[in-house]
Each structure stands twice: as structure tokens, then as C-alpha cells.
């Protein structure tokens, strides 16, 4: 029974990379930013204030939107930008850092998922491949119905996602393929 009780602990928190949450705080009020590590700016000229996350250059907007709004919003601040797609564990913490810098009060964002025509099968928007999710116990809860097919994090667990009306306004964060910008300033 203990080497079992120690595999599971082991599984279950093993690599302590991604954050720590205090416990007894509600998502609100959890403070994220202690555990922080925050990515490097992005390095392209001409977006300083945006941050390399993988190999995209994301930046976070406190500018509520709804999933539509927010994606054409986000192509409109950068060349071949979208809502961000997350493939990492480590991804997600810096876009949880980053929400938990800039607007600690509010950290629901929209991610760049959603689920395509009641399918049950979530799509980046961005067109990457889905191969990372790391949902709220219980969701995605209204899979093959029409109510809520977008991702947001930070819904009910900070640090997670949840599916949610496409309608809701949120602030979300933006990203663009920091390679492709690179080389549009070596033109």
C-alpha cells in the first residue's frame, strides 16, 4: 500500500514545475505571481512589449472581447497573429504569469481553442495541432452542444480550462510565430 500511496503522490505531483497554489484561496485570489517565472521578451522589433512563449511572441490584452472580437483583435496587432495555442505545460504557466502580472484581479482569459461544430474534438484557431489540454476537473462539460465551444482559462482552477459561450466577453492574449517575424525584418 505505501509504494502505491508514493507512485500515485509521485504521478499525481511529481514534477512541481508548473506552479504552486496556496491552498484555501479561491482563483481570485490566489496569488500566482509568487511562483512565477516570466518568459523573455519576444526580441522582434517593434514588439518589445510582447513575450517569447515557445517559439510564438504572445501579449496579453486587458480589453474584454468576446472569441470572435478577440481573434480579430489579435490579427490585427500582428502579422499571421491569433489567439494563443497552448502545447506545454511550461507554455501554460508563462501565460498564466503573464495574465497574473498584468491584471492579478481578473485572470479568466481566452485561449485560442475551441470545440469544431459539436464534434466533441477541440481545434487551435491558429491551425496548430491539439496536443496539449489541461482542463478543469469536469470539463470540457458541454461537448456536441452549442453552448459552450471556446477554451478560457483560469475559470474555476487557475491554471486550467474550461469550455465556455463564445459570447462572454474576456481578455485574452495574442501570438504570431516569432521565426516568421524575424524574417520579415531580415527583408
Known amino acids: 500500500m505505501e509504494i502505491f500511496s508514493f507512485l500515485l503522490m509521485t504521478f499525481l505531483f511529481g514534477s512541481g514545475s508548473f506552479l504552486t497554489i496556496e491552498r484555501g484561496f479561491a482563483v481570485d485570489h490566489t496569488n500566482v505571481t509568487k511562483h512565477c517565472v516570466m518568459p523573455k521578451a519576444c526580441g522582434v522589433h517593434g514588439f518589445t512589449d510582447w513575450f517569447k512563449v515557445g517559439r510564438h511572441c504572445v501579449k496579453y490584452f486587458n480589453t474584454p472581447a468576446n472569441f470572435t472580437e478577440a481573434e480579430f483583435k489579435c490579427r490585427s496587432k500582428a502579422p499571421g497573429a491569433h489567439l494563443v495555442s497552448v502545447h506545454s505545460n511550461k507554455n501554460n504557466g508563462y501565460l498564466l504569469c503573464l495574465v497574473s502580472k498584468f491584471n492579478p484581479g481578473n485572470l479568466r482569459i481566452w485561449l485560442g481553442g475551441f470545440e469544431f461544430f459539436k464534434s466533441g ?27 459552450e465551444e471556446c477554451v478560457e482559462m483560469n475559470w474555476k482552477e487557475v491554471g ?28
Open 121 to 147: 474534438k477541440f481545434f487551435w484557431i491558429d491551425g496548430s495541432f491539439w496536443d496539449y489540454q489541461v482542463w478543469t476537473s469536469g470539463e470540457p462539460n458541454h461537448m456536441y452542444t452549442s453552448t
Open 160 to 187: 486550467r480550462w474550461n469550455d465556455d459561450s463564445c459570447s462572454v466577453k474576456k481578455n485574452y492574449i495574442c501570438a504570431f510565430k516569432q521565426r516568421g517575424m524575424l524574417e520579415k525584418d531580415l527583408e
